[in-house]
């Protein structure tokens, strides 16, 4: 995993004001109601993409009466909330790979939007596929290291024997890379190590490492555009491939 500055590129959910924070957990929950209808099932334990979600929502510090209560609403009969995942794939400044998951209750104004953010800060919305064969879902996993107190082999070693494919350690963050269904095991041995976790979902890695921009107004054009992604309550997830996102 060398030259993967995960850290950097993680979604700006710690450490956020009140109203970011809201918004996180608004989409996490949007992402649960969705699980839960797909994978038939309230129960993590036999719905493994509802057992990734809870993960990413204990990661983010959701309180447990929140997620049981969502859960809850997700198999309600009264329940008539329908989005859709959709999918859209582009190009930043310098032809940076973006790709951005989205759920929506109205696809037309969803991909209004997205086009939209991609048109005014100099990129270009393109087709299915455009991006993503270059990157790899996988489970990402970050284990706050803040005081510097955790043993690197340690923790490598606990790692592995909770079920991790991988491990790297990067500033002041220790990065665990598991198979997409098996973040949510790895994830719960963690914690019951004791250990910290700043973060824990399913992501889009790139397969060749990420890039720099060299203009100026190409760097602050693409962190605005990321910005407009994020603060869109459609969207739930940007990956890409630049390297200095803060």
């Not at 649960?32 to 979600?53: I, Q, Y």
């Amino acid at each position: 995993m060398s030259g993967h500055s995960k850290w950097h590129n993680i979604q700006k959910t710690k450490g956020a004001a009140d109203a970011k924070r809201a918004q996180a957990f608004t989409k996490i929950a949007r992402e649960m109601v969705v699980a839960v209808k797909e994978g038939g099932s309230g129960d993590p334990r036999s719905n493994s993409k509802l057992a990734a979600v809870i993960a990413k929502a204990k990661a983010a510090n959701m309180p447990n009466d929140n997620i049981k209560r969502t859960i809850d609403k997700a198999l309600g009969s009264g329940n008539t909330e329908n989005y859709e995942k959709i999918t859209y794939e582009g190009y930043g400044p310098q032809g940076v790979a973006v790709i951005v998951e989205t759920m929506t209750d109205n696809r037309n104004r969803t991909a209004g939007e997205i086009r939209h953010y991609f048109d005014k800060y100099n990129g270009n919305m393109g087709t299915a596929n455009c991006v993503s064969w270059s990157f790899d879902r996988k489970g990402v996993i970050v284990i706050d290291n803040e005081d510097e107190e955790l043993d690197e082999d340690t923790v490598m070693m606990d790692a592995l024997d909770a079920g991790a494919a991988d491990f790297e350690a990067e500033d002041l963050v220790y990065n665990v890379y598991t198979a997409e269904d098996d973040i949510a095991a790895v994830a719960d041995a963690l914690t019951a190590k004791g250990y910290t976790l700043l973060s824990a979902q399913v992501e889009m890695l790139p397969q060749n490492g990420y890039i720099k921009l060299t203009n100026e107004d190409d760097i602050k054009n693409m962190q605005k555009m990321l910005d407009m992604f994020e603060d869109n309550d459609d969207v739930q997830n940007v990956w890409h491939n630049w390297e200095d996102a803060e």
